[in-house]
């Protein structure tokens, strides 16, 4: 075996972790993802067979997703095993599928993190400073645009404009970019000084999931330095049996409708977006708000030179792509997170309205024992 295999072995659990209570596989994509974004290792491990159960594909996507957007530079081996073990045959040389999916949560759950990937892409589709730039790229043959990739003098998210315009790797679901040519874009990173291992994985990542995260990564591989590890952990997650209810996102049923009943019924949030957005953006935006105070927040996390302006840039791009105001961002993230314990009691109730949760959310552990979780 070679060190990534070893790495992904050494998270293996002796038994198959038991599968949570979880009611689709939305929400248990959501609480795996969650789990190792904070640390929780074993929730994170249990999350992952039950996804694998409910949807077999989902749940090595996910994970490949996961490394690269909430992992990333933070652990890079971390990243590059779960990219070998796309393969199934890799996955047989360590075991049953449901270990290997436990072994490889655990295993970004233990990983230093860094959302760089993530921010820096979201910046280069969408920031709108930088829709001139996207404007002229698209304008320009191919063999220009990787030279300004190639151009270590030109800010970072400049370069990464380029690198996603060089690719053809399009963002879902609008077309914005042409053909592109990723394999010279490939060989611009090799020449650069990426190892073939991340040039590796990268192609496999792109191969799975056309997402422009991906092509994007390798700059921040070149870019990062040294850093330094901030171990500070987030708030305890409250969870109502198996469910830790930062699982309840914008992307679930119930939680898109507790942000919005937390956007229109919290005064202070009320109050803060009467002047900043129209009513109808008042969901859009407070959504975005608890991403960023509570379901994006990793555990233990890379600091170094240049994450604090890759996560501020990121942050911006998506606000600012419905007009809200950048200099208003900070301190509206402080306001939601303040007010958190609102929208969870939000919900509670509506966990507690909706048909079968009386039991839908309570441990199999529970249910084993006889008692309620």
């Known amino acids: 075996m070679n060190h990534h295999h070893d790495l992904v072995a050494a998270f293996l659990p002796m038994t198959v972790p038991s599968p949570l209570a979880l009611p689709d596989s939305w929400i248990a994509r959501s609480v795996m993802q969650k789990a190792i974004r904070r640390a929780e290792t074993e929730l994170a491990g249990r999350a992952a067979v039950t996804l694998l159960r409910m949807d077999r594909t989902a749940t090595w996507q ?156 390798p700059l921040l591989v070149l870019a990062m330095d040294k850093g330094h590890i901030v171990d500070n952990p987030p708030q305890p997650m409250p969870m109502i049996g198996d469910l830790p209810l930062c699982a309840l996102d914008k992307f679930t049923r119930i939680g898109k409708e507790a942000i919005a009943r937390f956007a229109t019924t919290t005064p202070s949030i009320m109050a803060a977006l009467n002047d900043l957005l129209p009513y109808r953006l008042w969901a859009k935006a407070t959504g975005f708000g608890v991403f960023y105070a509570e379901g994006g927040r990793v555990f233990p996390r890379l600091a170094w030179s240049q994450s604090a302006a890759i996560e501020r840039v990121g942050i911006e791009a998506d606000f600012m792509s419905i007009g809200f105001p950048a200099d208003a961002v900070t301190d509206f993230l402080a306001l939601v997170e303040v007010e958190l314990p609102h929208l969870n009691a939000i919900r509670t109730r509506l966990l507690s309205s909706s048909p079968g949760a009386a039991t839908e959310y309570v441990s199999h552990d529970a249910h084993q024992n006889g008692t309620p979780s």
């Open 62 to 217: 996910r994970l490949l997703l996961i490394a690269y957007e909430d992992v990333g530079i933070g652990g890079l081996d971390a990243v590059v095993a779960t990219t070998t073990m796309m393969s199934v045959r890799n996955r047989r040389n360590l075991g049953d599928d449901a270990l290997v999916a436990a072994a490889i949560a655990r295993m970004l759950a233990s990983a230093i993190k860094d959302r760089g990937a993530e921010g820096l892409s979201c910046a280069a589709i969408k920031h709108p400073a930088l829709g001139p730039l996207r404007h002229l790229l698209a304008t320009l043959a191919i063999p220009h645009v990787l030279g300004m990739v190639r151009d270590s003098s030109l800010p970072l998210v400049e370069r990464a404009v380029a690198a996603w315009n060089a690719s053809g790797v399009d963002s879902w679901p609008n077309r914005r970019v042409g053909p592109g040519d990723l394999s010279a874009l490939l060989r611009i990173y090799q020449s650069l000084g990426v190892k073939e291992e991340i040039l590796g994985g990268v192609a496999t990542a792109i191969r799975r999931v056309r997402e422009p995260m991906f092509v994007i990564f």
